[in-house]
């Protein structure tokens, strides 16, 4: 006879806990902790599902443990989803047999884009688009919009995992999407879907059945209102790869970004824009982030500004960063950053005063990254701090040049890494000039189109970028010293 007993489970950890509790004593989170409802197992009651029906003898089953000069290996193709961005995030397409994670904020726009992946591999490879939030006629419809109404893609509206599982294993698709690890539920769990033990159990089936029968997979997640993916942090580590899909900070754009991939570097961005046709790939951001400063380039830049350029794996970006410095109407001033680590931005204030004797402690400073993307790359310090110092001396610039170059606390300018693909990047938007760190010459790779400067200090930068200024190049005495 079937007997359910009751226990609490945290929605954020997993912890779990013999009665209510306010706040989980794991995580910390507060009315996390819910009550699931489980059937345990006696004797006489054993889970019956037949494993070997739904996963088979797939290919990849183990037959024991062998020793690892003894296994074969073999190059897999990769199968192309043919979004180029996508593919390079993925390190070069999706792995048969991988499982891959997606998440990002509702609306983002999942769905469309792993619709239109599911279109393209379906060309070639079949592909099996489950999905459990929408029926069968919502997925048309929306494939109708997005002008792929004539794909060859298999729909199925099931929710039940096991029923999910058993479909993938009859006539295996190369290509499984579940549309979303939160909706779909394991029948034998008494929790509602979406629970840390319906998503664990649940997933657990998607990926041994990925696995034994050589599906790549991709799953859909949802995060929650802190931004982190929703259900148990276990997840995370059960599948081969997890993508996170964030827009930047207007909303204009949307950012790939990779959090683990067991078959690549996890350096790798894809930039997307939404339109009426889907979500398109932007080629190059960087031209679209400074649509406005290219116009500029053969005239004096504002007071405040300067453009930077990070990596971001293999591509390089460039932005234009504004800096707005005021005298404070309070005694402590304030520093704001969107767009830039605040505590790098106190960092390079400090060094701003000690080193080179500006005084900023009774001035606000704002630094802006224009286009709404969040630039985390050291080497944009030398670029924020140009735009400070020219904001607070009220000194322009030239509109085409680039500024790249990380800052130590001593003031000196550190060397940064890929600089000849920067410098080739700010060449082929037209820019003339270039300050990089000293100990990054002589190049390797030629630099004719762009003049290259070297800098050892903060100082001898903003010297070259304002000619005149009365820079203090040494740290100053204390009042009173010898």
């Given at each position: 006879m079937t007997r359910i007993k009751s226990r609490w489970?945290?929605?954020?950890?997993?912890?779990?806990?013999?009665?209510?509790?306010?706040?989980?004593?794991?995580?910390g989170a507060w009315n996390s902790i819910v009550e699931e409802h489980v059937a345990e197992e006696t004797a006489g009651n054993k889970r019956n599902t037949p494993l070997l029906q739904v996963f088979g003898n797939g290919e990849n089953k183990s037959r024991g443990p062998v020793l690892l000069k003894d296994i074969k290996t073999s190059e897999t193709e990769r199968l192309l989803t043919r979004i180029a961005?996508?593919?390079?995030?993925?390190g070069g397409g999706?792995?048969?047999g991988s499982v891959v994670l997606l998440a990002g904020d509702p609306g983002i726009g999942k769905s469309t884009l792993l619709l239109q992946v599911a279109k393209m591999i379906a060309a070639k490879s079949k592909v099996l688009y489950v999905t459990a939030e929408e029926s069968a006629a919502q997925i048309r419809m929306r494939?109708?919009?997005l002008g792929l109404k004539d794909s060859e893609l298999f729909v199925d509206a099931e929710q039940n995992v096991m029923t999910v599982a058993e479909r993938m294993t009859i006539d295996p698709a190369?290509?499984?999407?579940?549309?979303?690890?939160?909706?779909?539920?394991?029948?034998?769990?008494?929790?509602?879907?979406g629970s840390v033990s319906q998503v664990r159990e649940s997933a657990q089936i998607i990926l041994t059945t990925a696995k034994a029968h050589n599906i790549a997979t991709i799953i859909v997640g949802h995060v929650n209102k802190e931004g982190s993916i929703a259900g148990?942090?276990?997840?995370?580590?059960m599948v081969d790869v997890v993508l996170q899909f964030e827009p930047d900070r207007t909303g204009q754009l949307r950012i790939l970004r990779t959090a683990k991939n067991r078959f690549g570097a996890t350096s790798e961005i894809a930039i997307f824009s939404m339109n009426e046709s889907g979500l398109c790939e932007v080629e190059n951001p960087s031209a679209l982030l400074l649509a406005d400063r290219l116009k500029k380039l053969d005239r004096q830049a504002s007071s405040g500004t300067a453009v930077i350029a990070g990596a971001e794996g293999h591509r390089t970006l460039l932005l234009e960063v504004q800096a707005l410095v005021g005298v404070s109407a309070y005694p402590s001033p304030r520093r704001v950053a969107n767009g830039w680590d605040y505590n790098r931005l106190l960092q390079i204030i400090a060094v701003l005063e000690k080193k080179v004797g500006l005084s900023l402690s009774q001035s606000d400073v704002y630094v802006n990254m224009v286009g709404g993307l969040d630039f985390n790359d050291p080497s944009g310090d030398l670029g924020v701090a140009v735009a400070i110092a020219t904001s607070l001396l009220d000194r322009s610039i030239d509109a085409s040049l680039v500024i790249i170059g990380e800052?130590?606390?001593?003031?000196?300018?550190?060397?940064?890494?890929?600089?000849?693909?920067?410098?080739?990047?700010a060449a082929r938007l037209g820019f003339r000039w270039a300050i990089v760190p000293e100990a990054n010459l002589p190049l390797n790779e030629s630099s004719e189109h762009i003049k290259v400067m070297g800098v050892d200090s903060l100082a001898d930068a903003l010297s070259l970028?304002?000619?005149?200024?009365?820079?203090?190049s040494r740290e100053r005495r204390p009042a009173g010293a010898v």
């Open positions: 489970v945290c929605q954020e950890c997993g912890f779990q806990a013999s009665g209510f509790l306010g706040r989980c004593t794991d995580c961005g996508l593919d390079e995030v993925l999706l792995v048969p494939a109708h919009r190369r290509v499984a999407i579940i549309d979303s690890i939160q909706s779909v539920y394991h029948p034998e769990v008494g929790s509602a879907p148990p942090r276990v997840l995370e580590h800052i130590g606390l001593t003031g000196e300018v550190r060397p940064v890494p890929f600089l000849p693909q920067r410098l080739k990047e970028t304002m000619p005149g200024a009365k820079l203090a």
